[in-house]
């Protein structure tokens, strides 16, 4: 780990009995970076963020190295007290499942208020109480849900209120695991914005965990190819998009429908550089052609998109989980 590494995952091995799983996997995460890993289903994704969280079921068994920024011990081999104490802190976590995340049994504005409570980032309850009302106004949900309890709430609010709870404590890193897979898809636009503007305001590093591409090609810098169980590519992924040179790389992206990858390598800016990205998901079979002329009737279904914006938007998607619109940082808009 170099010493400005958020995360630095040195040599990770995963198994169950004599079958390896996962295979001297090594990852780092700069400050405020934003690093994606993709591969296909049962490739060592989960695992892999599993292993960094210490939540791997008891029968699997991780060995290497697992450093995070200001933690003085390896995460592997730490025990529960000391994970518990981490998670939640410095390190935080969204899956794919919100309900799994929440209690059933609690109010909305309780279980903010206690994720800052237990880890003592919040004096009092009422001060809690105060912050839990200004993380839901941060994930563009309504101050009277604060009393609602998860079952009253749609799957979407349910993951803004679960993304609320990983961002309260500001943690240095924040592991995504398909958030928006399970959700409708007229909402994973806004909870992938969601994620992304909570990661940039609070300079925290991202680690994000995906089968989309363009999902990536949006939101992150760099990005790590998982394949049986093993890292076989890695890098810019605007280098990673456009000259992948492992086959089963070239291979995901020829199936994938990706039409444009940031010239950049990410759509998104740095943490602290102040602009924001504007997406709009929208649900339908992914057009051939990246760019939309002036008038196309794709173009004129993102709402970013009238006649008067000053700049081209660019598209890109997947047929799974419709197409994103992206106008690049700073862009004025009409
Ligand atoms: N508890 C377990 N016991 C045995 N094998 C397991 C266990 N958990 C995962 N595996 C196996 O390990 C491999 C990697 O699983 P993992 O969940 O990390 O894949 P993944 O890349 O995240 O897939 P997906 O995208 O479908 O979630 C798979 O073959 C899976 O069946």
């Not at 995952?9 to 780092?28: A, E, K, R, Y």
């Not at 309890?149 to 924040?174: E, F, K």
């Not at 000259?243 to 291979?251: L, V």
């Not at 602290?272 to 760019?291: C, Y």
Request: with cysteine; charged share 15%.
């Amino acid at each position: 780990m170099t010493s400005s590494d958020v995360l630095s995952v040195q040599g990770l091995n995963v198994s169950v009995g004599d079958t390896q799983l996962v295979s001297d996997v090594d990852l780092t995460v700069g400050p405020g970076e934003r690093v994606g890993l993709i591969g296909e289903s049962g490739s060592g994704k989960s695992l892999t963020a599993l292993s960094i969280l210490g939540l791997l079921p008891d029968d699997v068994v991780p060995s290497g190295s697992v450093r995070l920024t200001g933690i003085g011990h390896d995460l592997i081999g730490a025990d529960e007290r000391a994970l518990s104490r981490i998670r939640g802190r410095d390190l935080a976590m969204v899956f794919q499942e919100p309900m799994t995340a929440l209690n059933p049994t609690m109010r909305i504005g309780d279980q903010i208020a206690e994720s800052m409570l237990i880890h003592h980032t919040q004096p009092t309850r009422t001060a809690a109480r105060t912050a839990a009302a200004a993380l839901l106004d941060r994930v563009q949900l309504p101050p009277d849900l604060l009393r609602a309890y998860p079952h009253q709430l749609s799957g979407g609010q349910r993951q803004r209120i679960v993304l609320a709870i990983a961002l309260a404590n500001d943690p240095a890193l924040l592991i995504c695991d398909e958030p928006t897979t399970a959700l409708d898809v007229t909402v994973q636009a806004l909870v992938l914005d969601l994620i992304l503007q909570g990661v940039l305001a609070r300079s925290s590093a991202l680690l994000f965990i995906t089968h989309d591409l363009a999902v990536v090609a949006t939101i992150c810098e760099r990005v790590l190819v998982m394949y049986g169980g093993r890292v076989v590519e890695s890098g810019p992924v605007h280098q990673i998009f456009t000259t992948p040179r492992h086959r089963y790389t070239q291979g995901l992206l020829a199936a994938s429908n990706l039409d444009n990858v940031p010239a950049s390598g990410s759509a998104a800016p740095r943490a602290g550089t102040g602009s924001r990205p504007r997406l709009t998901t929208i649900p339908g079979t992914v057009p051939a052609a990246g760019h939309f002329p002036s008038g196309c009737v794709f173009r004129n279904r993102c709402p970013h998109a009238t006649d008067r914006c000053a700049t081209t938007p660019t598209w890109s998607g997947t047929s799974t989980s419709g197409y994103a619109c992206h106008h690049p940082a700073g862009a004025p808009h009409a």
